[in-house]
DNA sequence: AGCGAGTCTGTAACACTGTTACACCGCCCG
DNA sequence: CGGGCGGTGTAACAGTGTTACAGACTCGCT
């Protein structure tokens, strides 16, 4: 791989057909690929397609698929930045970087079974770990209680981001969802039953069950 | 794909050269290849030598990969069973279920990842979801709410599971965690700094939040 | 006994994947 | 002018899922 950029060799042309290769176009298709139909749908030799080129340039750029994925990763991760709170007391300051932090990954919707697969799930939280840490400060809570509380507001918002996204694209349950919830497995509760089929709101059952985390984690003392 | 059993054609011999291929058969040693080396490692071709047959025979008796996989996933969903409640009031009744459904989980690992790749999250709680919905019209909550309520439930725990089976998985995160907690990130909280150093401890994590969820849940009425 | 039908298996191929050995072309520098 | 370096292209290798097709084997019927 090379470190530095490299200029342009001779024509002028600004993008016609034999502009120079860089990474960062490589990169640039790439991750247009992704985006569009998610990270199985690139294969080195669409994406060389693609850039009207060949596979091995490809390679010569970025090395090899994973490490392509991984800088796209990277990329897209740095990008994010930081988070903000906004709110007054405390418990709501909190919500509010969580909701952040889930809009953020909903926003990269493929990056972030990508960045699932490869672990880099602390790597990419650092921010809003940061903004978290901070808030739980405020609420005046310190040293290893604190820790306790922002890991587990960060279980609580990849794992839910991820559940989210998984039935986002299982759009069809198998059984069917209305097969499961007659009179006798509800237990005479039809509005629980109409509340369990189909499929729920996000946004409400997120809001829901981070407040009453946060309520939990900062109200009463551990146990 | 043949319905029916097949009687055995002629040899007496249990298991010796020439027993006929079961779909069973397949299905037991496609399952074992799975628990050792992940779905990953299961390939159409290291299958059928495994059993010493040629691929066709495979597709014959499972149709084709995706059909083999969701067999076994079928399969072991099956096998889970129910869930029982244990403990003496609700709250600490529905955390025992949340117990017991993650430590399922985790008896399966593969499994787990297998089943979010499939979308058959639902499918595959209906046990759990059948016992908190017990449990929590034991705590007095109806429609609704109730249903929130255990929808909350379910996507933390699986969320749970999944952000911890990826840590498991990752051993190496990137970059190292102590490089991420100096003095000023973790705002002079030194035990803070070493509580969010290193891997967590999954289950008191879990406890811990669980718990609170279900405090935050059961406790005030809804925002 | 013959024969056909259904069940199952093996050979060989297709299209596709990531990856690489190697030849080549064009530019810049000495 | 010549050599090296940066970058590209051709063609191959090994491995994947999948299937068309030709058989083998067993059973049941005539």
Redesign the interface.
């Known amino acids: 791989m090379q470190e530095t950029e490299i200029g342009e060799p001779m024509s002028s042309q600004p993008s016609s057909p034999k502009r120079a290769l860089t990474r960062d176009a490589v990169l640039d298709a790439a991750a247009a690929m992704v985006k569009k139909d998610g990270p199985r749908a690139l294969t080195m030799r669409k994406l060389a397609a693609e850039l009207g080129t060949a596979v091995t340039s490809i390679y010569w750029h970025v090395g090899n698929r994973e490490s392509l994925l991984e800088a796209l990763v990277e990329r897209t991760v740095t990008d994010l930045g930081e988070i903000r709170a906004q709110g007054r007391t405390p418990a709501s300051r909190i919500v509010s970087v969580t909701r952040a932090l889930r809009a953020q990954l909903r926003g990269h919707p493929h990056l972030v079974a990508m960045v ?1 697969e ?6 990419m939280f ?1 921010p809003a ?2 903004a978290l ?2 808030e739980v ?1 405020a609420a005046g809570l ?3 209680r ?3 509380v ?3 507001l960060l ?2 918002v ?7 996204r ?2 986002e ?2 759009p069809v ?3 069917g ?1 209305e097969s ?1 919830w007659d009179e006798a ?3 005479h ?1 039809p ?2 039953a ?3 089929t189909g499929p ?1 709101d996000p946004e ?2 997120f809001l ?2 981070v ?7 900062l ?2 003392a ?2």
Chains 1, 2 share one sequence.
Not at 118 to 123: H, K, N, P, Y
């Open positions: 699932h490869r672990g880099l799930t602390e790597r650092q770990t940061q840490v901070h400060h310190r040293g290893t604190a820790a306790d922002v890991r587990s279980f609580q990849v794992g839910f981001v991820l559940v989210e998984n039935r694209r299982a349950q198998y059984p969802d499961l497995t509800a237990e509760d509005a629980l109409k509340g369990l729920p409400r059952l829901l069950s407040r009453a985390m946060v309520d939990g984690l109200g009463p551990p146990r």
